[in-house]
């Protein structure tokens, strides 16, 4: 049975850093596109960033491009999301997801939820001051 479980969520500070972990089991995180989504309360949710495949090329939103990093721990089966320079607006529960991409398959791909099958419970970031 293929599981993602989040964790590193808090309350936090602007201005402050968290890093999330996504740990996944029943499956190797290493063949798939793994992406983190968030969302807030009365929004719908949004894609954030991910890491594809086994190339392991990062994506991000706009919003977060510059102050998030996404990386990859192999041995772990552990992808990681490091949140720098946190804003109020970054509030919201935190999502990980897996899904397979195929080699063809367009790299925007990985901005839509439904494309994405495998989804853990989520974590939740607050900033605030």
């Known amino acids: 049975q293929q599981q993602l479980v989040e964790s590193g969520g808090g309350l936090v500070q602007p201005g402050e850093s968290l890093r999330l972990s996504c740990v996944a089991s029943g499956f190797s995180l290493a063949d798939y596109t793994i992406a983190w989504f968030r969302q807030a309360p009365g929004k719908e949710r949004e894609a954030v960033s991910c890491i594809r495949g086994s190339q392991g090329i990062p994506f991000y939103s706009n919003s977060v491009l510059g102050r998030f990093t996404i990386s990859r721990n192999n041995a772990e089966n552990t992808v990681y999301l490091q949140m720098n320079s946190l804003k109020p607006e970054d509030t919201a529960v935190y999502y990980c997801?897996?899904?397979?991409?195929?080699?063809?398959?367009?790299?925007?791909?990985?901005?839509?939820?439904?494309?994405?099958?495998?989804w853990g419970q989520g974590t939740q970031v607050t900033v605030s001051a």
């Open positions: 997801a897996a899904a397979r991409f195929g080699l063809l398959e367009p790299d925007d791909r990985w901005r839509s939820a439904a494309r994405f099958d495998t």
